[in-house]
């Protein structure tokens, strides 16, 4: 049996996503794409608490989690150099003005988008 080489295999990615739904979604989609290891968080203090712990190659950050923004989040990745995304149903409506450049993800999204984002977000230079 051949062994088919998935767009992001080995890669750990966070997911900072609060509703279920869509997370479960993401979730398989990031599955079906090869990742190594997918980690959620709901809240900006689950999220910061994951990324003082572990190494993520990437983050998929939705910009309102239960109506409370994530830039604590944001600025810690930023800091850090952990590339990222912000995923939100809202466009570019609400993003501050230095995030207006950072990779946006327009909820609901299929899974070719969110190929083509990490893919993006993971060759980038550091």
Same mark, same amino acid.
């Given at each position: 049996? @051949?062994?088919?080489?998935?767009?992001?295999?080995?890669?750990?990615?966070?997911?900072?996503?609060?509703?279920?739904?869509?997370?479960?979604?993401?979730?398989?989609? #990031?599955?079906?794409?090869?990742?190594?290891?997918?980690?959620?968080?709901?809240?900006?203090? *689950?999220?910061? @608490?994951?990324? !003082?712990?572990?190494?993520?190659?990437?983050? #998929?950050?939705?910009?309102? +989690?239960?109506?409370?923004?994530?830039?604590?989040?944001? %600025?810690? +990745?930023?800091?850090?150099?952990?590339?990222?995304?912000?995923?939100?149903?809202?466009?570019?409506?609400?993003?501050? %003005?230095?995030? *207006?450049?950072?990779?946006?993800?327009?909820?609901?999204? !299929?899974?070719?988008? #969110?190929?083509?984002?990490?893919?993006?977000?993971?060759?980038?230079?550091?």
């Amino acid at each position: 049996m @051949a062994v088919v080489n998935k767009p992001l295999s080995g890669q750990r990615i966070l997911v900072v996503e609060d509703e279920m739904l869509v997370l479960m979604a993401t979730e398989d989609m #990031l599955a079906d794409l090869g990742c190594d290891a997918v980690v959620a968080a709901a809240t900006n203090e *689950q999220a910061i @608490a994951l990324i !003082e712990a572990q190494h993520f190659d990437a983050v #998929l950050l939705d910009l309102n +989690l239960n109506g409370v923004r994530s830039y604590p989040v944001a %600025d810690l +990745l930023a800091a850090r150099g952990v590339p990222f995304a912000f995923a939100t149903s809202y466009g570019g409506n609400g993003l501050r %003005d230095g995030d *207006q450049e950072r990779p946006l993800l327009v909820k609901p999204f !299929e899974c070719d988008r #969110l190929e083509k984002l990490l893919t993006g977000l993971l060759s980038a230079p550091k």
